[in-house]
């Protein structure tokens, strides 16, 4: 049974940073693609990052460029996302989810998680 556990989210402020994980069982996470997903209220849920399954491709939102870092453990089969310089907009809810595909046309493969939550105060 896939399951993926996110944690790392809380409040901040603006221009502060969190780092999220979200360790995997119930699949060889080597060799998936991982990626990170958000949803604020309201919204749909869109692509933040995503890696490839080696850590040789990755691929971020326009949003995030330069401020957002993903990266991952396959021994640990887990998959992290470094934020800084966070922004009011980038409160959301927060998920992680193997993908098929190139990271650049990531589709998600199977159910999400519960998710963690991301808030920055202005």
């Known amino acids: 049974q896939v399951q993926l556990v996110e944690s790392g989210g809380g409040l901040v402020q603006f221009g502060g940073s969190l780092r999220l994980s979200c360790a995997a069982s119930?699949?060889?996470?080597?060799?998936?693609?991982m990626s990170w997903y958000r949803q604020a209220p309201g919204k749909e849920r869109e692509l933040v990052a995503a890696i490839s399954s080696r850590s040789v491709m990755t691929n971020y939102a326009d949003s995030v460029k330069g401020r957002f870092t993903i990266s991952r453990d396959n021994a640990k089969s887990t998959v992290y996302l470094q934020m800084n310089s966070l922004k009011p907009e980038d409160t959301a809810m927060y998920y992680c989810?193997?993908?098929?595909?190139?990271?650049?046309?990531?589709?998600?493969?199977?159910?999400w998680g519960q998710g963690t939550q991301v808030t920055v105060s202005s």
């Open positions: 119930g699949f060889t996470f080597s060799l998936y693609s």
């Open positions: 989810i193997r993908i098929s595909g190139p990271v650049t046309h990531a589709v998600p493969l199977g159910s």
